[in-house]
């Protein structure tokens, strides 16, 4: 008891010396009138705790202080040591420190020599106490200008200050041997200890975010946080190194203080957004010790390798130390993708996961959560990190043959459960994105590839939820969901009967299934066009996207048949139109059978001609001249509805699309009868196997045909037949296919004029006629020449023109004049383009429009039949297109608009019904005349503004929340063609003569507070 009681006493008095130290220098710093002063007065304290020599100094104060310095008492080593851990233990360093870093900072620093400054400045923080040193110097970094010191030079020295302690001398390493085995913080207790590192941590992490803006480039978050993992993972390192009871640390219930601080400084940087930078260092160093591990000959199993190496065993109990469920998913979530653009195989993979997150995931319930649950359902990784987190989280079981025997069949069927629960779904179906169905598709896969059929059977409803998933994805449009269903059928019935796999899709015959489905690399969809390549409707693959005119023409020849017959026949390519042209149907037939005669008559004149070559002649008949031939309309109509004649059927529609492209007489009255018969006759009837496709292109040929020959007529009976509850869906997705078509070859019609040569009624003997203009001009013009006009065959005017030289100094683009009433074309042109279609527009738009929201017997088109609804939705998309510019867009955006603004329709559940309306709505955007749309705006068009105030604002919503990444898409492409409308309808305004109204436009003139400002007014 003497003996401690002396021992307090001396400490007490020591503490004493220390103080009265620290306020004798405090105080000679305050009164200083010169820096020397001020650098002897930190020497006389820094000389009492560190090895400092006068000589270190010497040079930096002037020779009249010399005695003073070398005066000074300095203790021995022991007695330093006492000093030192009184000191910065105590109250005394936390008092000094302000000292130093606000007042000497701001009034003296800047006056120090470099070699007094590093002597008696910065010795203090860097031969101190590590952690104390971050707890005064970081809260520098952030001074408010107020007060009487000069915050610039102090948050410049704490920058200073934490780049040479924090970086360039390991600090934080330094901090890790402190708190390793408590050395020196013995006086602590646990929970103390767990206090002050979090405070330190806290302290380390949030240098970035209080560094200024100017700060070095260190001390940004990327630098400083890779820089601080490096000592971290040193410090650790380390400490694990010198260990020599390993079972001990494995089994410790309360673990060191080294891996304490390093678990909590993991936390803090994932909070910070910084776990990329974190992982960066960790993946290298883990994968080196993996590998080395597998590499390794030793009979011991690879935990027990782990738990045997040294410098190994901290990464068992590092992830344990990240006290924060938070982190722990950041660091997993980050780890798996950046081992998935590395060379990692299974096997590495799932020791990775093991030894970083092995106990942890026994442990804690959290983070068994975060594997099976938001790893497997929620989140988006490769599919090689999903079989990883299936070994490691599911079966429990390295990938390699041995250990798959013993996997966890419980838990495979529990997950398996959770799985194709949210699969079957059809809200899951509906709103998930693509990536995200892939994603647990391919999840629900790679479990039943592992599955008996004994699992299957503990699954609970596993065989119905499977079912339901596939049958409601088969339901589809979107032929990427559809594949899903098939590749899981093919894994299902792998596991009800390996022999007999049941293929719903091509790709299943594969030996290797792509888990990805070809969604590594992104695709791109084009401004204003809906693609649904992937989007199978019909029996054939089919792609409803805007195409040109040409693309139109040349859409005859891209036919998937393998009729041999259909490819000998020469396909036409009805082109150009010429009214005065007289046709005999009966000559229609003849191609087809020009060959057959020809070779006939080929053969009687080798008869004929040489009677030394005669060969044996094929008596057999076949019947080729016995053969119907269809000359009349009526015809086609009388053999297409004998359904029981299979050959009439056939060679009706062979001869189909010529007849009517021949217009004749009796078109307009059967078209309609021939319309409905056409959609009704079933291809798959009287074809053989793999020669559907052929005869079904060939039916919607001659229905475009009918539609482009015969608008009205054909309309109005495609129109009825839409909502007949008599067709199936296929049928009513070729009528709007064809609609879709009939459309754009309507707008892109070709048309033959007749060559106009305007004849001299009076003949002249003049040298030049007395219209043409005279050859005065400037010097080096050419000679008039005539231009053919255009417009209709009379000619009420001429028009010339003729080159005349560029202006000395001047460059214009063009070296031609002309001078005509009317826009010229070039000579001897026979063949124009014309818009045919607006006229016809409300033809096919209104009668479709009027009653898709009734439910019939058979047909709702908001419920079951949403594939006809947004096939509906994409052709009044191309029929805006086609009458774009037109007077009739005008008058038809209005109801379209309108019809796209309901609930039913703009909020779908179908991405693909979403898809469809953004199209149509982009279509609109791009039909519309800039200045209808200003007139409008401006003559209060209530309809059309408010349509138009819609679009912007729904196409907004949609790209900031829709889950559909095509919807997204689109929706930024129409937002784009709704700014580029707006800024023409400006331009508009602005060429008027009544400046004052483009000041302001309103879309809703009543309501002030709903008026839009077009950019650019002011300008």
């Not at 000679?28 to 002897?40: G, M, N, R, T």
């Not at 046709?583 to 005669?597: Q, R």
């Not at 460059?811 to 383009?833: C, F, H, P, Y």
């Amino acid at each position: 008891m003497d003996g401690e009681e002396s021992a307090r006493k001396k400490r007490r008095e020591l503490e004493r010396r220390v103080l009265e130290k620290v306020g004798l220098v405090i105080s000679s710093v305050d009164h200083a009138k010169h820096v020397d002063q001020v650098i002897l007065s930190l020497y006389s304290l820094a000389v009492c705790l560190f090895p400092l020599h006068p000589h270190s100094i010497s040079g930096s104060v002037d020779e009249k202080y010399w005695d003073e310095l070398l005066a000074e008492e300095v203790p021995n080593g022991d007695e330093k040591t006492k000093w030192w851990n009184v000191f910065y233990k105590g109250s005394a360093f936390r008092a000094f420190s302000r000292v130093l870093l606000y007042d000497v900072a701001s009034n003296w620093l800047a006056c120090f020599p470099a070699s007094a400054r590093k002597h008696v400045y910065d010795v203090f923080f860097l031969n101190g106490c590590a952690a104390e040193t971050v707890q005064v110097v970081v809260p520098c970094l952030q001074l408010s200008g107020s007060g009487s010191h000069d915050s610039i030079a102090v948050c410049s020295n704490a920058e200073r200050l934490v780049v040479l302690c924090l970086l360039e001398n390991d600090l934080v390493h330094q901090m890790a041997r402190d708190f390793a085995g408590f050395c020196q913080f013995e006086d602590l207790s646990h929970e103390q200890l767990k206090q002050a590192i979090s405070e330190v941590s806290l302290l380390i992490t949030s240098v970035p975010d209080k560094a200024r803006r100017g700060a070095p480039a260190s001390l940004s978050a990327h630098l400083f946080f890779k820089r601080l993992t490096t000592q971290l993972l040193h410090g650790v390192e380390e400490w694990d190194l010198r260990l020599v009871d390993k079972s001990a640390v494995a089994n410790d219930i309360h673990m060191d203080g080294s891996i304490l601080f390093v678990g909590e400084a993991f936390a803090r940087i994932c909070r910070r957004g910084s776990a990329g930078v974190l992982l960066s260092e960790i993946v290298p160093r883990i994968l080196g010790h993996v590998r080395s591990a597998l590499s390794s000959t030793s009979d011991l199993s690879i935990s027990e390798i782990f738990e045997s190496k040294p410098g190994s065993c901290f990464w068992l109990k590092i992830m344990e130390a990240v006290n924060d469920s938070h982190s722990v998913e950041r660091v997993a979530e980050e780890l798996l993708r950046q081992l998935a653009v590395q060379n990692v195989n299974d096997v590495e993979g799932y020791w990775v996961l093991w030894i970083l997150f092995g106990q942890v995931y026994k442990c804690q319930t959290s983070i068994r959560f975060t594997f099976v649950e938001k790893f497997l359902l929620w989140k988006v990784f490769p599919t090689c990190c999903l079989r990883w987190i299936i070994h490691f989280a599911v079966l429990e079981c390295s990938p390699d043959s041995s250990s798959l025997k013993s996997y966890n069949a419980l838990g495979l069927s529990d997950t398996v459960h959770r799985l194709v629960v949210a699969w079957s779904r059809k809200e899951f179906v509906q709103s998930s994105p693509t990536e995200q169905q892939a994603y647990v598709t391919a999840a629900l896969g790679l479990c039943l590839e592992k599955m008996a059929k004994e699992d299957l059977d503990a699954t609970k409803d596993g065989l119905h939820s499977i079912l339901q998933g596939i049958s409601c994805r088969l339901e589809s449009p979107v032929y990427l969901i559809r594949k899903m269903a098939s590749t899981i059928a093919f894994v299902f019935s792998k596991i009800i009967d390996p022999q007999n796999p049941l293929y719903l899709d091509d790709s299943c015959r594969e030996e290797a299934i792509d888990w990805d489905f070809g969604l590594a690399t992104p695709r791109k969809v084009p401004v204003t066009t809906i693609d649904h390549g992937d989007e199978k409707t019909t029996e054939r693959e089919s792609s409803s996207i805007v195409v040109s005119g040409e693309e139109i023409q040349k859409r005859g020849d891209n036919g998937v048949g393998n009729s041999s017959k259909a490819r000998k026949k020469k396909e036409s390519v009805f082109n150009l139109i010429d009214p005065d042209e007289v046709i005999d149907p009966a000559t229609l037939n003849i191609e087809s059978t020009f060959d057959e005669y020809e070779s006939d008559n080929a053969s009687e004149n080798s008869e004929t001609s040489s009677d030394s070559s005669l060969q044996p002649y094929d008596l057999t008949d076949d019947d080729a001249d016995l053969k119907r031939k269809f000359t009349q309309l009526v015809d086609v109509v009388v053999a297409l509805r004998k359904s029981d004649d299979a050959e009439g059927v056939e060679k009706a529609l062979d001869v189909a699309e010529k007849l009517i492209r021949a217009s004749p007489d009796e078109l307009k009255y059967i078209a309609g009868d021939l319309a409905k018969i056409l959609v009704q006759v079933r291809c798959s009837d009287f074809t053989v196997e793999g020669e559907e496709e052929s005869a079904e292109e060939k039916r919607q040929k001659a229905l475009v045909a009918l539609i482009v020959t015969c608008p009205l007529e054909s309309l109005e009976s495609l129109s009825k037949l839409l909502y007949s509850p008599n067709l199936d869906v296929s049928q009513r997705i070729m009528i709007l296919d064809v609609m879709s078509d009939a459309a754009q070859e309507l707008a892109t019609a070709r048309i033959l004029k007749s060559e106009h040569r305007p004849m001299a009624l009076i003949s002249s003997t003049s040298d030049q006629p007395w219209f043409m203009p005279r050859n005065t001009g400037p010097p080096g013009a050419g000679s008039w020449k005539e231009i053919s006009p255009t417009g209709t065959p009379l000619n009420w005017s001429y028009s010339y023109e003729r080159e005349l030289p560029s202006k000395a100094g001047k460059i214009k683009s063009g070296k031609t004049r002309r001078w005509s009433l009317r826009s010229a074309i070039q000579d001897n042109q026979l063949e124009s383009s014309r818009n045919s279609f607006p006229q016809y527009a409300a033809a096919f738009m209104l009668p479709a429009m009027r009653e898709y929201d009734k439910k019939r017997h058979g047909v709702y088109l908001l419920g079951r039949d949403f594939i006809v609804l947004g096939k509906l939705i994409y052709m009044l998309g191309v029929c805006m297109k086609c009458a774009a510019m037109h007077p009739e867009a005008s008058v038809l955006a209005s109801p379209l608009l309108d019809m796209l603004r309901s609930r039913e329709i703009s909020q779908h559940a179908e991405a693909y019904v979403r898809r469809s309306v953004l199209f149509a709505a982009s279509c609109v955007l791009l039909a519309l005349h800039p200045l209808y749309v200003a007139s409008a705006v401006v003559e209060g068009n209530f309809e059309i503004s408010e349509g138009l105030d819609w679009v912007r604002a729904w196409a907004l919503r949609v790209a900031e929340s829709d889950t559909d990444r095509e919807c997204h898409t689109l929706a930024m492409a129409c937002l784009q063609l709704h700014a580029e409308m707006a800024l023409q309808a400006s331009r508009a305004l602005e060429s008027s003569n009544d400046t004052s109204t483009a000041k302001s436009i309103s879309l809703f003139p009543s309501v002030s507070s709903r008026s839009i400002k077009i950019p650019y007014l002011n300008s």
